[in-house]
Nanobody, 127 residues
Framework: QVQLVESGGGLVQAGGSLRLSCAAS????????VGWFRQAPGKERDFLAT????????YYTDSVKGRFTISRDNAKNTVYLQMNSLKPEDTALYCC????????????????????WGQGTQVTISS
């Protein structure tokens, strides 16, 4: 099991950038693929991006492709989400999640594949 803590959220103007961090505790972080999700008030949770154990394989949903970049530093037990060209519709609670991955290149695309979730960090984009 790993515990996840997100940080880096805040209030920025449209067009701005934020970098979110997902810090994990536990010695087996490199055994987990990690994903970022978000949930706006009154809406379902949406998958955004995922990264494999090694960091060599990533996947993005279309709405953030080209604007968001996921990366990880296994030495620091941290996964990042760099968000550029932010829009008001990006306003949401952003959560990271970790799931066991057998292969170093495996990515997890479904929320049920993730067994560990953080509490989230709020991102608000003003127009």
């Amino acid at each position: 099991q790993v515990q996840l803590v997100e940080s880096g959220g805040g209030l920025v103007q449209a067009g701005g950038s934020l970098r979110l961090s997902c810090a994990a505790s536990g010695r087996t972080f490199s055994s987990y693929a990690v994903g970022w999700f978000r949930q706006a008030p009154g809406k379902e949770r949406d998958f955004l991006a995922t990264i494999s154990r090694s960091g060599g394989n990533t996947y993005y949903t279309d709405s953030v492709k080209g604007r968001f970049t996921i990366s990880r530093d296994n030495a620091k037990n941290t996964v990042y989400l760099q968000m550029n060209s932010l829009k008001p519709e990006d306003t949401a609670l952003y959560c990271c999640a970790a799931g066991i991955a057998v292969a170093t290149t495996e990515i997890l695309l479904k929320s049920y594949q993730y067994s560990n979730w953080g509490q989230g960090t709020q991102v608000t984009i003003s127009s």
